[in-house]
């Protein structure tokens, strides 16, 4: 089966800062990745699919990038609401694996 | 609007059976895959299986293969996630997503499932 690994497992970044998050397959898997943003306690909720469409309602300072192995989660001016941990997930084929998670933290 | 409500919480002992449930409503769901995630305490997201509306077929995470049974209910839209035997380790927040193309996941507000003597 196909490995999802992200990193780096947790950050720190002062507000108004880029945030970049790597998401790496350990096969091609296309454009069929998903990001997704969970706040505690909260459902995971989805931010791009398609590996670069913003998810209606999704502030515009998310964008994803990339195709076949290596995928990017930027975030272009962090938020103090941005706090959260935030999952890649493949959706080419079963099964639709996640990655380990990247907690975002504000300096 | 896509709704996706799943069933409530759930106080098991080892050993009990269980059966919980996702209701997709707000849409027509032929075509889509209903999926279940696993999230135990402070842990990631796992992804456990899926299983196709229109023809229940299914499929599973290496992980959880015999470990549960996911199934559907096409008249109701309506998918389900059963354990014969829980154990102590099953007690997890459990969350349900409906992929609908080209969205992968309408998600559940989750079912706690906690199993304690």
């Known amino acids: 089966d196909i490995q999802m690994t992200q990193f780096p497992s947790s950050l720190s970044a002062s507000v108004g800062d880029r945030v970049t998050i790597t998401c790496r397959a350990s096969q091609g898997i296309s454009s069929y990745l998903a990001w997704y943003q969970q706040k505690p306690g909260k459902v995971p909720n989805l931010l791009i699919y398609?590996?670069?469409t913003l998810q209606s309602g999704v502030p515009s300072r998310f964008s994803g990038s990339g195709s076949g192995t290596d995928f990017t989660l930027t975030i272009s001016s962090l938020q103090p609401e941005d706090v959260a941990t935030y999952y890649c997930q493949k959706t080419n084929s079963a099964p639709w694996t996640f990655g380990q998670g990247t907690r975002v933290e504000i300096k | 609007e896509v709704q996706v409500v799943q069933s409530g919480a759930e106080l098991k002992k080892p050993g009990e059976s269980l059966k919980i449930s996702c209701k997709g409503s707000?849409?027509?769901?032929?075509?889509?895959?209903f999926g279940w995630v696993r999230q135990m305490p402070g842990k990631g997201l796992e992804w456990m299986g899926m299983v196709y509306l229109d023809d229940s077929d299914t499929r599973y995470s290496p992980t959880f293969k015999g470990q549960v049974t996911i199934s559907v209910d096409k008249s109701i839209t309506t998918a389900y996630l059963q354990w014969s035997s829980l154990k102590a380790s099953d007690t997890a927040m459990y969350y349900c997503?409906?992929?609908?193309?080209?969205?992968?996941?309408?998600w559940g507000q989750g079912t706690q499932v906690t199993v304690a003597s």
């Open positions: 707000g849409y027509s769901f032929s075509h889509s895959w």
């Open positions: 997503a409906v992929s609908v193309a080209p969205i992968p996941g309408y």
């Open positions: 398609g590996a670069s």
